[in-house]
């Protein structure tokens, strides 16, 4: 079945550039989407198409995909911005979650 | 406004169906644009999708818990459903419904989600 790989945890320091990967064989070929929860709370998507921001997420959320790994960017970051963060995917018709970041903000 | 919200027992027996509504507010299950979908999350932990329905009644299942699963709607109602049939403990989760996309096209993304019920399985 088809896997993708998340770092359990990222740190990052406030106002500076978060980087969470998310890997899977031929990634690339796909639509990458990435949620944000935060406890006690539903996952919201915060960007969607490989790179495309729905309404309501903040202009310092960016993504890419290419070869194997997808990538959520944020930059600037915020002591708001401190959840989990999960990548997801399609195969065959099977969606499929990324275990999941621990995004720190100290 | 779109609102999705779960609906069913909050304890369910072991080796018994576990069954739960997802009521659809400010759309229409009819549309042919979306799917209705299923996922659970065990406490403290990631994200697992279940399965998903269209409006025509066609299902797409997890493999892993295809045996067990029958996901089905009402559109009379506005509604969709999760049947999960022998649970064990291992079945305790938040349960959540959430719209999407056709699979694997563009429009793949889940959006909104329902605010998730938890379901305990135990005698």
């Known amino acids: 079945s088809y896997e993708l790989t998340q770092p359990p945890s990222v740190s990052v320091s406030p106002g500076q550039t978060a980087s969470i990967t998310c890997s899977g064989d031929?990634?690339?070929?796909?639509?990458a989407s990435w949620y944000q929860q935060k406890p006690g709370q539903s996952p919201v998507v915060v960007i969607y198409?490989?790179?495309r921001r729905p309404p309501g997420s903040p202009e310092r959320f960016s993504g890419s995909n290419s070869g194997n790994t997808a990538t959520l960017t944020i930059s600037g970051t915020q002591a708001m911005d401190e959840a989990d963060y999960y990548c997801?995917?399609?195969?065959?018709?099977?969606?499929?979650f990324g275990g999941g970041t621990k995004l720190t903000v100290l | 406004q779109l609102q999705l919200q779960e609906s069913g027992p909050g304890l369910v027996k072991p080796s018994e169906t576990l069954s739960l509504t997802c009521t659809v507010s400010?759309?229409?299950?009819?549309?042919?644009?979306?799917?209705w979908g299923w996922i659970r999350q065990p406490p403290g932990k990631g994200l697992e999708w279940i399965g998903a329905?269209?409006?025509?009644?066609?299902?797409f299942y997890n493999p892993s818990l295809k045996s067990r699963v029958t996901i089905s709607l009402d559109t009379s109602n506005n509604q969709f459903y999760l049947q999960l049939s022998s649970v064990t403990a291992a079945d305790t989760d938040v349960y959540y419904c959430?719209?999407?996309?056709?699979?694997?096209?563009?429009?793949?993304?889940?959006?909104?989600w329902g605010q998730g019920t938890l379901v305990t399985v135990s005698s």
């Open positions: 959430a719209r999407h996309g056709r699979p694997s096209s563009a429009a793949g993304w889940f959006d909104p």
């Open positions: 997801q995917a399609w195969d065959s018709s099977t969606a499929v």
């Open positions: 198409q490989d790179n």
């Open positions: 400010g759309a229409s299950i009819s549309s042919s644009e979306y799917y």
């Open positions: 329905v269209y409006y025509n009644g066609r299902t």
């Open positions: 031929r990634l690339g070929e796909k639509y």
